[in-house]
């Protein structure tokens, strides 16, 4: 199955669009699209409005590929699962994000294992085909943060409570 | 308090649990259905605003009083975005709570807007992206990031 995800924000026409149009011609086998309260209804594709954060998850890890917008979240949760991703970023002169972060995020992971990053409409069923051909992400994400990281934001959460408990008998 | 707003905000807060790992903590974001992540905790669903919607920004506010009236956190940690500014404004000013403000990691190129402003009032205002914690004026840390 190929698992198409527009996140839990906002929609993501263009993405759900140009995935049916080509669900259309290439005929791929199942495609199950998320699309959020977006106006577009694919014709070739199933879709669902939103999924719990549970079954978010268990979506990717039944998938063979995921096409996602270019989030943090469906990259993350992705990484966890071991799944082939690829990411369309949002534009946002095209209404669809606040700022145009997601292109600085797809330009950081690109070329990263298991990640395939299409610019524009016309890079998704190449990148798709690369996806298809690379198979799962190398590694799965460990779980947390790197625990240099998370000890040190431990250390200064400590560090506050002792303060506020006041000196101690 | 450990808050996030949904997506990719609480997925980094999740990933950054040890640091609260057995201390009294709950949680506040914007999915009931991301209870499941914390199980035996505390979770608190707030709605989602945007700093330009006025008036859903003020339930948003008048939700998050009510939770730092019932629970008082000593200190409140996120990894954004717009609410959880609200959250630790709020918890600074009103009840003299530590805060902890960790950009998210999609923010490479410059911060967030919420967190620019969080830099006035975090105790610990924090970058995942090492160049944004250098130059002139005013910047945020880099203790690391969630990937």
């Known amino acids: 199955m190929i698992f198409v995800t527009v996140g839990s924000m906002f929609p993501f026409d263009r993405l759900i669009r140009v995935m049916d149009d080509w669900a259309a011609t ?14 577009y209804v694919p014709r070739h594709m199933e879709h669902v409005r939103r999924l719990s954060q549970a079954d978010f998850t268990a979506t990717m890890a039944a998938s063979d590929l995921i096409v996602a917008h270019a ?4 990259v993350i949760t992705a990484g966890r699962v071991g799944r082939p991703l690829v990411l369309l970023p949002r534009i946002e002169k095209w209404g669809e994000h606040t700022t145009d972060h997601q292109i600085a995020t797809a330009n950081w992971l690109r070329g990263k294992p298991g990640i395939f990053i299409a610019d524009t409409d016309a890079d998704l069923p190449g990148a798709i085909a690369a996806a298809q051909r690379a198979g799962g992400q190398d ?3 460990p779980p947390h943060a790197d625990p240099a990281f998370t000890d040190r934001l431990r250390a200064a ?13 | 308090m450990a808050i996030a707003s949904g997506g990719g905000h609480w997925v ?3 990933r950054l649990r040890p640091a609260w790992e057995g201390l009294d903590v709950f949680y506040v974001s914007l999915d009931p259905s991301s209870a499941v992540d914390v199980p035996g905790h505390r979770y608190y669903t707030i709605r989602d605003a945007s700093r330009k919607q006025k008036w859903a920004f003020l339930l948003v506010a008048a939700s998050l009083l009510r939770i730092l009236l019932r629970e008082r956190p000593a200190v409140v940690i996120t990894t954004g975005s717009a609410p959880a500014l609200v959250a630790i404004v709020l918890a600074r000013k009103l009840f003299g709570a530590r805060t902890i403000w960790i950009d998210s990691i999609a923010n490479a190129e410059r911060l967030s807007t919420s967190g620019q402003k969080a830099g006035a009032v975090a105790d610990v205002w924090l970058t995942q992206w090492p160049e944004l914690a250098r130059g002139e004026g005013r910047h945020p840390e880099f203790w690391g990031a969630v990937l």
Request: hydrophobic fraction near 45%.
């Open chain 1, 26 to 39: 290439a005929a791929p086998g199942r495609i199950l699209a998320q699309i959020g309260h977006g106006s």
């Open chain 1, 71 to 74: 989030g943090m979240g469906t």
């Open chain 1, 139 to 141: 590694a799965t994400l």
């Open chain 1, 157 to 169: 959460i400590l560090g506050f409570l002792d303060q506020t408990a006041g000196p101690r008998t």
């Open chain 2, 12 to 14: 980094q807060l999740m």
